[in-house]
């Protein structure tokens, strides 16, 4: 086709190749284009059209997004935070022992105590241990005359810390308890396999049971009760005392005692707790005794 | 003949080509949209959702709010006014409800000039659409490709939204500088109104802003924004909005600014250590974005006590030292008040002004405190050496060998040497060579200790001159070791806030006041009773010159090379440290050359804020433990006076119950 094209040659054929249908046609339809577009922004409708048909496609980027994501972030951080809280201030509550507490809390963690929950387990101690935890005394004074407002437990390693915390979020007593020191005092009335002779801490006061029981019967009446102070658990042992031992130390106005029933399994110590002035006592009259 | 058919082939040419680049454009362009498209980000529905971050909030002591962290106060259309919406799309884009997301003309010109013209210029043609799009998803990168997706962007926010839609979100998050996003925000900072009640003038100022923030900030360059907000004004009446005179008229006016000033910083030293803290305890997510609250433990009204004596020390000190308010070097202040009952900051500055130097010199400008630093010694010697402020030692010239260096001659402030004196004296008077005498006996890694004991942190050299002060400390330390003293001998943490809760209330963080003894009672009450004669008659005596009454006991501190004037002080009940001096290593001389101790620099500014901070609470003494008693002693001979021998005034101390007079008559 372009072999067969020339330049024309004279200014009327130039006047009709210009205006030709096809140039004129292709002209207007050019301007239509451009003009309308213009006028009723087509093209950007149509885009603008397109893109919101794949909006839900697209990825989530850019500063507005990126913010979105750091509030995410701090959202779930934060529940992270709270819902631990939470866990652990359920398991704090189910304890019902200080060694369950302890065990629901790890080093660093921390939990508010219900007045009443420290109240029942320290009563779920026997009566001379408890004193190892804290004076009932004081305990008294702490939850029922002190401006007491809760009680903060923190996780330690090898144990927890129990805070009295007034209004003023200050410390008013704080208690550390071990492990070892909370497994023993709540065991403190089971028996333990083995004989006294063994024992650290008895040794050069371990009597006959026959001596020891003579030189207690002829304590006074009101004395006996105050050596023996929480006699159940020899109550509920079975077998024959053989020997008695008494400790060497005394913990806040206690002295332990070591009961040694022989059983069939092996002998078996049982301790109980004795006052310290009644221990002293019951002493005098074993070595009355032993002279 | 010949030009018209040259003519007609041009004309030919054009045309043709015309049309070739229309077609290439139109399917380049497709092309291109196809390409961008997966790239493009997804917009959320609705578009106002963006406004939605939650703020942290702030709170002082009394409950008040100290600030709001990320805030946004997104307002409806309807809550603005009508002047600075006209003035925003006067200045912004006025043909905002003619187009459809791009301003064709604009964006052929602005492509023509940035292409094809000489001048180098860069002609931007955004229109508020585009301008939404950029701030809302991209960065300030100058690219063609992000300058095509944020054409893109917009023509999907314009096929989604609304004008009104759109206009609302673009106000509610543009920047206006001085810390404020958003148009209610901004009507806030500057004029302290709502966004509805600006005038015109203030709206026409505001609508200048956001073209440059802070060249354009209206607090620090106000003639600036006057410029800048006449134009607007006049692009007001080009665009029809506003006639001339009513242009001319605004133009007259000069809109009455906000007092305080403010910007996006936080305004406070203390704000700064606290969020500084939060940071890195949560990280910057939770804090700018968690919408946590927390409660602080800043006393807004001791901090205000604590800016006016700051205030009105260093002006003080300006005039002491004879220095020009336009000189361009003036000296620093910092000053950090601890509640001794619970380790609380109450107060807290960390420079003359925060928006001259945002350095926080209360917690991070490490300084000798010179003798500052003796009541470790002392409390040591007391400790270890069995000394008791009756303990006799001797003022004078003193060599002491140390190893590996040359020997250490410590010089008395007054260079004067006066002979035996109790310890209680020597601490009143600071003199350096009885000090000296002390730490050559009890070691400095002895003081050291006590130091570390007491909460200071900074490292510390163990050499001799460590009981003088040379090591280098922070106030916000000196404040805290102090307090131990204040409280006889027990530690308290230093903490900044009380509690951390989430939006919901739920507590993320509670400070425990946990109390710890760790220094014997009754040798830091001998220590106090020392500390208190410093401020009756010692260096720090112009403390009671100024009126302040209640028991109180601190100590002086000026280094050497007078470039550091400390004073830190305490109630039963309140620690402050103070400290002032220059940045850089200068000299703290006054007007005749001498030059500035603790007690004339630093000490005023306690006082001043010491009296204000304790108003009327009840005056309190320091308690005294039951094994301490009293007695009269002669100061030179540390036994009993026995009448006015040589004119001496007699001292008081406290004694231990197994401490007496005289019993070693010279140590």
Not at chain 1, 41 to 53: A, N, P
Not at chain 2, 139 to 149: G, H, N, Q
Not at chain 2, 405 to 410: G, I, K, M, Q, S
Not at chain 2, 555 to 574: E, H, I, Q, R, Y
């Amino acid at each position: 086709m372009a072999r067969y094209w020339y330049e024309p040659l004279t200014f009327s054929e130039w006047f009709k190749r210009i205006f030709s249908f096809l140039n004129i046609a292709l002209f207007m339809f050019t301007a239509v284009f451009v003009f309308s577009e213009f006028r009723f922004d087509w093209f950007e409708k149509i885009v603008g059209s397109y893109l919101v048909s794949t909006n839900a496609l697209r990825p989530e980027i850019g500063a507005v997004w990126e913010t979105g994501k750091q509030t995410t972030n701090a959202h779930e951080y934060l529940n992270t935070i709270v819902s631990k809280k939470e866990d652990i201030r359920q398991n704090a509550n189910k304890a019902g022992s200080f060694s369950e507490l302890l065990s629901s809390l790890l080093p660093g963690e921390w939990v508010t105590l219900e007045k009443q929950q420290f109240k029942s387990l320290y009563l779920s101690l026997e009566k001379s241990t408890s004193l190892k935890i804290i004076d009932p005394a004081r305990l008294v004074w702490l939850l029922n005359g002190s401006n007491l407002d809760r009680i903060f437990c923190e996780g330690i390693k090898g144990g927890i810390k129990v805070f009295f915390i007034d209004s003023d979020n200050k410390v008013i007593k704080e208690i550390e308890l071990r492990k070892g020191d909370i497994i023993e005092i709540e065991n403190a009335d089971k028996p333990i396999t083995g004989i006294l002779t063994d024992m650290a801490g008895f040794q050069g006061r371990i009597y006959p049971a026959q001596l020891f029981f003579d030189a207690l019967l002829k304590l006074p009446a009101e004395i006996i009760p105050d050596l023996m102070v929480d006699p159940d658990a020899l109550l509920r042992q079975e077998g024959k005392i053989i020997r008695v031992g008494i400790f060497n130390e005394a913990v806040n106005g206690y002295i332990k005692l070591g009961f040694e029933f022989e059983a069939s399994g092996g002998n078996q110590i049982v301790f109980l707790k004795g006052r310290e002035w009644a221990v002293w006592q019951l002493s005098l009259n074993l070595k009355g005794a032993g002279n | 003949m010949n030009f018209f058919l040259r003519v007609a082939a041009v004309f030919r040419f054009c045309f043709f080509w015309g049309l070739i680049l229309i077609s290439l454009g139109s399917l380049s362009g497709m092309f291109l949209v196809f390409a961008m498209v997966k790239d493009l980000p997804k917009l959320p529905a609705p578009l106002s959702k963006i406004i939605e971050t939650p703020q942290s909030q702030v709170y002082a002591s009394n409950g008040q709010v100290l600030i709001s962290i990320g805030e946004r106060q997104a307002v409806s259309l309807g809550m603005v006014s009508k002047n600075f919406i006209n003035a925003i799309l006067a200045t912004e884009d006025h043909l905002f409800f003619e187009h459809r997301g791009v301003n064709k003309l604009r964006t052929l010109k602005g492509l023509y000039v940035t292409l094809v013209s000489q001048s180098g210029k860069v002609e931007g043609a955004s229109t508020i659409t585009q301008q939404l799009a950029k701030n809302l998803f991209f960065s300030f990168e100058k690219t063609y490709a992000r300058k095509l997706k944020e054409l893109l962007v917009s023509l999907q926010i314009e096929a989604s939204n609304t004008k009104e839609e759109i206009l609302q979100t673009y106000i509610n998050q543009i920047h206006f500088g001085a810390g404020a996003q958003g148009v209610e925000k901004a009507a806030q900072v500057f004029f302290g109104k709502s966004a509805l009640d600006l005038t015109l003038p203030e709206a026409a100022l505001l609508a200048g802003l956001p073209k440059s923030p802070t060249n354009y900030n209206p607090f620090r360059h106000y003639d600036l924004a006057l410029k800048r907000r006449d134009i607007v004004l006049n692009r007001m009446a080009q665009a029809g909005f506003i006639s001339e005179s009513e242009a001319q008229a605004a133009m007259l006016k000069k809109p009455e600014l906000r007092h305080e000033q403010s910007d996006s910083r936080t305004g406070s030293y203390f704000l700064d250590a606290l969020i500084s803290e939060l940071i890195s305890k949560y990280g910057e997510d939770v804090v700018y974005h968690g919408g946590i609250k927390v409660y602080a433990t800043i006393d807004t009204k001791l901090q205000s006590y604590a800016q006016q004596a700051m205030k009105k020390g260093l002006e003080n000190l300006d005039n002491m030292m004879g220095i020009g308010e336009n000189a361009p070097d003036h000296p620093q202040g910092a000053l950090v008040a601890i509640d001794t009952g619970s380790g609380a900051v109450k107060a807290m500055i960390g420079g003359r002004d925060y928006y001259e130097s945002e350095f926080n010199r209360a917690t991070k400008s490490r300084r000798q405190p010179g003798s500052g630093f003796k009541p470790f010694l002392y409390y040591t010697a007391l400790k270890d050496l069995g000394f008791h402020p009756a303990t006799i030692l001797t003022d004078k010239p003193v060599i002491i060998p140390v190893k590996g260096a040359a020997d250490w001659e410590p010089k008395n402030f007054s260079k004067t040497f006066t002979g035996p004196m109790i310890l209680k004296k020597a601490l009143t008077e600071s003199v350096n060579t009885i000090a000296a005498q002390m730490v050559e006996k009890v070691g400095p890694d002895a003081v050291i200790r006590t130091a570390r004991t007491c909460g200071i942190e900074s490292p510390l050299q163990a050499v001799y001159s460590v009981a003088l002060g040379t090591s280098n400390v922070t106030p916000y330390e000196m404040a805290t070791a102090y307090s131990v003293f204040a409280t006889l001998g027990v530690m308290h943490e230093p903490f900044l806030f009380w509690r951390v809760e989430d939006a919901y209330g739920r507590i993320i963080f509670e400070h425990i006041v946990q109390e710890k003894r760790v220094l014997d009672p009754s040798t830091t009450y001998q220590l106090v009773d020392m500390m208190k004669s410093v401020i009756d008659i010692g260096s720090g005596k112009s403390i009671r010159a100024l009126g302040f009454n209640r028991a109180a006991a601190g100590k002086t501190g000026t280094t050497d090379s007078f470039n550091d004037a400390w004073f830190t002080g305490f109630t039963p009940t309140l620690c402050t440290s103070v400290w002032t001096g220059f940045d850089k290593e200068k000299k703290l001389l006054d007007s005749h050359n001498i030059g500035i101790t603790g007690g004339r620099g630093a000490a005023p500014i306690w006082a001043e804020f010491m009296i204000n901070a304790l108003g009327s609470d009840p005056e309190r003494d320091f308690p005294i433990p039951d094994n301490v008693h009293f007695e009269k002693v002669d100061t030179e001979t540390g036994c009993a006076p026995e009448g006015q021998r040589g004119g001496r005034e007699p001292m008081t101390v406290p004694l231990k119950t197994d401490q007496q007079l005289c019993r070693d008559k010279q140590q």
